[in-house]
């Protein structure tokens, strides 16, 4: 037979509320540095193009808007670099452009909604209770009446930028 050892057999009350006491304890967070992880989802799309007609794609068009996804929790800022034109290899291009609703972040865990526009850095909190935010972004092709045909392409550029409290 095991023997149990005395400060166990005195006090054994007292080590049974203490384990219960622990197991009903809330868990407690050390205060850590902020952790956003930008994940691209889809590029923007303005398909097809006829010479003279705008192609307007909103934030809220989910088969052709930008989409990132921001996991984790913390101050974010986020800073589009936009072209002022999509181009061709020959060098011919197609002028863009980005107005004040083009930009929208969602909360999948909530209604929150932040409209903003792309052209400007924009900042938001992800709280640690909801864990990500969505980056929607739209804008619109504007093709000229006499506007080349052939396929036309941009780089888009996403800063993200996380403020961490100084330790």
Known sequence: MRRIPAPFRRHGRAW?????????????????????????????????LA?????????????????????GAGQVTVIFHLPP????PAGAALPLRFGPTDGRIE????????????SAPVSFTIPPGLGAAQIFLGGTAQPGTRQAPGSYDGVIT??????????
Do not use: M, Y
């Open 85 to 88: 034109a999509l181009r061709t």
């Open 16 to 48: 049974l509320l203490c384990g219960l006491l622990a197991l009903l304890a809330e868990p407690c967070f050390a205060q850590a540095r902020s952790t956003v992880s930008a994940l691209p989802v889809q590029g923007l799309r303005f398909g097809v």
């Open 51 to 71: 010479a003279g007609s705008p192609s307007i794609v909103s934030p809220a068009d989910a088969t052709r808007r930008a989409s990132i996804d921001l996991v």
């Open 158 to 167: 996403v800063q993200v930028v996380v403020a961490n409290a100084a330790s």
């Open 107 to 118: 909360f999948p865990r909530s209604s929150r909604v932040i409209e903003f526009d792309p």
